[in-house]
């Protein structure tokens, strides 16, 4: 197992405070207000997953090195970094409409995959992780998104998201990639089977039998 410089925890915060548009909300520690007075709240707030609840999901979904993850509203990007880092997928790709999000995450992709004692030049981590900004109706982002390579697909979207992209998301399905879902159970899609869930933390995994 590889050594790395820092710890995930001191990269990765579990709280809200991380967040860009943290200042901007009364309080600094409550997203909603912001997201849901806005005209525009998009398709969900930038809400930090928790470490545990992440490695969670990507153990329920069996993510292995020779998986390609493509993570879809990936906020600071921790999914890709920890899908890197610690279960040693081959890719991550990360998507965000937020560009300022866009650039923590490539950041804090590179401490996460920064290894002790060995030169960035030479470490072969740091280009499996990979980010891109915009909107995923963009046609600039349609080969990033529809790359038949992935195998694992993250969504911590609204259910109003899973509708308006059932396409994309019955694609990867159909061609068996996992789904993986947090909060919102996705069962109503046509033809997508559940595989398991964990009805606390809100995650759902599905795959074609």
Do not use: Q
């Amino acid at each position: 197992m590889p050594t790395f410089s820092e710890p995930l925890e001191k990269i990765y915060k579990n709280d809200y405070s991380s967040s860009p548009d943290a200042d901007a909300d009364e309080g600094g520690d409550n997203p909603f207000p912001k997201w849901i007075e806005g005209v525009d709240t998009t398709y969900a707030p930038y809400l930090p997953t928790s470490l545990m609840r992440l490695s969670k999901c990507l153990k329920m979904a069996d993510v292995g090195p020779n998986d390609v993850l493509l993570d879809l509203g990936s906020g600071d990007g921790r999914f890709c970094g920890v899908a890197v880092r610690e279960f040693g997928v081959r890719r991550a790709i990360g998507v965000e409409s937020d560009e300022e999000l866009v650039e923590i995450s490539k950041d804090l992709a590179e401490r996460a995959l920064t290894l002790a004692d060995t030169p960035s030049t030479s470490n072969p981590y740091i280009t499996r992780c990979e980010f891109h900004a915009g909107d995923l109706r963009d046609s600039s982002l349609h080969p990033v998104i529809t790359d038949p390579s992935i195998t694992v697909l993250v969504i911590f979207m609204s259910p109003e998201f899973a509708r308006e992209h059932e396409h994309l998301i019955l694609k990867h399905y159909n061609r068996g990639a996992r789904i993986v879902s947090g909060v919102f159970d996705m069962s109503d899609l046509s033809g997508l089977k559940l595989k398991c869930k964990d009805d606390p933390d809100g995650i759902f995994v599905y795959e074609k039998p």
